[in-house]
């Protein structure tokens, strides 16, 4: 019984590398196909299996390309937002502004948002 119990741990530990290596390698493959929130989630099941180096190092660079995509939408808004603002637009501009907002606030973007109010007349 003894030796039936730890054929079916060393089973088992085969089976649970064999999970990890392929929610890995397919966290990998995601990643290089620019697929970065499905590359984490994948990556998340992998690490609840096992926790590595490699692990740590492809979560890094989806967080690091999540935050590059994250900065690019924000610019598009902001840039869209003074294009429509410039134009006379307003609550197209207005849009982009809210939907910049939902990423991060910056000095540019308050004083933008500021212009915009007074544009509208409405009160602060």
Do not use: C
Not at 64 to 76: P, W
Not at 95 to 114: F, N, Q, S, V, Y
């Amino acid at each position: 019984a003894l030796h039936r119990a730890d054929a079916r741990r060393a089973i088992d530990e085969i089976a649970k590398k064999k999970n990890y290596d392929d929610l890995f390698k397919q966290a990998a493959d995601l990643y290089r196909q620019g697929d970065y929130e499905t590359a984490a989630k994948k990556l998340a099941r992998a690490k609840k299996i096992r926790q590595t180096p490699e692990t740590a190092a492809l979560e890094k660079q989806i967080r690091k390309k999540q935050e590059e995509l994250k900065n690019q939408r924000f610019n598009d808004y902001m840039m869209r937002a003074r294009n429509f603002f410039e134009v006379g637009e307003v609550d197209s501009a207005a849009d982009m502004i809210r939907r910049a907002k939902k990423i991060k606030t910056t000095p540019g973007l308050e004083l933008l948002e500021k212009q915009i109010r007074d544009a509208r007349k409405l009160p602060e």
